[in-house]
């Protein structure tokens, strides 16, 4: 109980540091909120009961009939959702989802054709001529 209380208030008195320099960081929001899920969903549920299974000994898993593979594809379908999730914080932190300017500068606009682009209909670089293998 101690330990318990104890580890509450460290959490606290980072929360409350975190929230008197700048406010409460968004990510450490979702942070929460994802452990809370995932702790809720591993040990109060029937698919979290055979995750563990399966990480605990896939052969004994599957001999006492759990669907190993179906189990496997869904927590491969979580992990690409969560490292969605981790690529849209990661992005959106170091500003990479946002132009510089309000409209698109010079340099994010594609060079426009070359006329010899556009008065050849081959591709460039490839003969159009019969040639003969040596």
């Known amino acids: 109980m101690l330990r318990l209380v104890a580890s509450a208030v460290v959490i606290m008195y980072f929360v409350v540091q975190l929230s008197k320099y700048r406010g409460l960081p968004v990510v450490l929001i979702m942070l929460a909120v994802l452990v809370l899920i995932y702790g809720a969903v591993t040990n109060r549920s029937v698919f979290g009961r055979h995750v563990y299974a399966i990480g605990g000994n896939l052969q004994a898993a599957t001999l006492s009939g759990i669907k190993t593979k179906a189990v496997t594809f869904w927590?491969?379908?979580?992990?690409?959702?969560?490292?969605?999730?981790?690529?849209?914080?990661?992005?959106?932190?170091?500003?990479?989802?946002?132009?510089?300017?309000?409209?698109?500068?010079?340099?994010?606009?594609?060079?426009?054709?070359?006329?010899?682009?556009?008065?050849?209909?081959?591709?460039?670089?490839?003969?159009?001529?019969?040639?003969s293998v040596v």
Do not use: H, Q
């Not at 060079?111 to 081959?122: I, L, N, V, W």
């Open 75 to 131: 927590v491969f379908v979580n992990m690409g959702v969560l490292s969605a999730l981790a690529g849209i914080v990661f992005a959106a932190r170091i500003n990479l989802a946002i132009p510089p300017t309000a409209t698109v500068s010079s340099s994010a606009r594609l060079p426009p054709p070359s006329s010899a682009e556009r008065r050849s209909p081959a591709v460039s670089g490839a003969s159009s001529a019969p040639s």
